[in-house]
Each structure stands twice: as C-alpha cells, then as structure tokens.
C-alpha cells in the first residue's frame, strides 16, 4: 500500500517561513492536498492539486510538489497557525493520508 | 454553501455494529458532483480514511476495513450513512464525514462534517 510520511514536529519562530514536507514514492506524479486541524476542530483544506488555495485560505499558505516531496510552506507564520497538518494523496484507488506534523509557533 | 452534519449513537458495544448517519445540506447527493466519504480519527492519532460513495451507488472502501464496511446512500433523505461490524475497542474514534472531490488524479476533502466521538465499550 501505498504511504506518506510526514515529520511529527516542527517548530517556528513568529513572522518566520514554515516548511512541512511530505514524502512518497514517485508522488511527484501525484496530486498532493494539505488539511490544518486545530485542536478539536474539523480538518480544513488548505492546498489542493499542490498548488492551489481555496477560498478564504491566507495567501501565506503554499504548497509544491516534485520529486517524492509535497511541501507546504507557510510565509509570515502567525500564532494562530499552530496546528496539526496532513498531507493527502489519491494512489489511484483509494484516499492516503500522511501521519501529520504538529507545527509549534514558539 | 455545502453542509455535513454527523448523527448516531457516541456508544456502542463490542462485537456490535457502529452506525452512522450524514446529513447534507447545500448540494443533492444526486448531482454526482462529489463522492461522500468517511475517515475516522483516534484520540491523539491521525486520519484514517474509510471510504467513500458516488450518487450512482459504487463504493471504494479502505482495504484495511473492507470486510467490514458498508456504506449506503438516502437520496431522498439527502443522506449517507456508514455500518462498521463486529467493532472492537480499536474502533474508538471520531468519525468524520466529507465530501470528496475528484478531478482527473486530484482527489481532496472539500468539505467536512464537526465528527461526532464513538467508544466502543462495554
């Protein structure tokens, strides 16, 4: 089956650039998506088809894809970006979900 | 705006059938505009996906859980629901329901439900 792995943890400083990695095989050749989960809330899409935001997402909020790593970038990270992160890909049957970072804004 | 509201028992017994029910609101589960999919999240741990039905009736399921998934849909009720079997304590969760966009191989969660919590206990 097909995996995602994801760091557990990163931490940044406020005002600074995030970057969470997510890697797969080949997943370059894949849509990637990326969903923030505050504490006790609903999994929010933040970036769909690598690249795109919708509605209503900061402009802070990026994403990219090559290789075997999707990579969301968050530019200007403000406190209210902390929060758990999950990447997500289509294997071509089924949905596949990375393990998620929890993202510290110390 | 698209809307998911999940209903159904927050306990339910080992060895017993878990079910659930999602209610939408916003867009006709006949419009085939989305697939409508299940995850389920432990306490502390991350997204599992358990599958997902399109307006015609097909459905794709988590292999990990195949055996014991059904999922069904009420268009007249503007529902869909999911019954997991025989569940154990593992099945504790907060379950999620979504829908599922696909366009060409780009496959996301567009919309999610608030997910309601089962425990599975005696």
């Given at each position: 089956s097909y995996e995602l792995t994801q760091p557990p943890s990163v931490s940044v400083s406020p005002g600074q650039t995030a970057s969470i990695t997510c890697s797969g095989?080949?997943?370059?050749?894949k849509y990637a998506c990326w969903y923030q989960q505050k504490p006790g809330q609903s999994p929010v899409l933040v970036i769909y088809q690598d690249t795109k935001r919708p509605s209503g997402i900061p402009e802070r909020f990026s994403g990219s894809n090559s290789g075997n790593t999707a990579t969301l970038t968050i530019g200007g990270t403000q406190a209210m970006d902390e929060a758990d992160y999950y990447c997500q890909a289509w294997d071509g049957s089924t949905v596949v979900f990375g393990g998620g970072t929890k993202l510290t804004v110390l | 705006q698209v809307q998911l509201q999940e209903s159904g028992p927050g306990l339910v017994k080992p060895s017993e059938t878990l079910s659930l029910t999602c209610t939408v609101s916003g867009v006709s589960l006949s419009s085939g505009s989305y697939y409508w999919s299940w995850i389920r999240q432990p306490a502390g741990k991350g997204l599992e996906w358990i599958g997902y039905i399109y307006y015609s009736g097909s459905t794709n399921y988590n292999p990990s859980l195949k055996s014991r998934v059904t999922i069904s849909l009420d268009t007249s009720k503007n529902q869909f629901s999911l019954k997991l079997s025989?569940?154990?304590?593992?099945?504790?969760a907060v379950y999620y329901c979504a829908s599922l966009f696909s366009y060409s191989t780009s496959w996301y969660l567009a919309h999610w439900g608030q997910g309601t919590p089962v425990t599975v206990s005696s």
């Open positions: 095989d080949k997943l370059g050749d | 025989s569940v154990t304590a593992a099945d504790t």
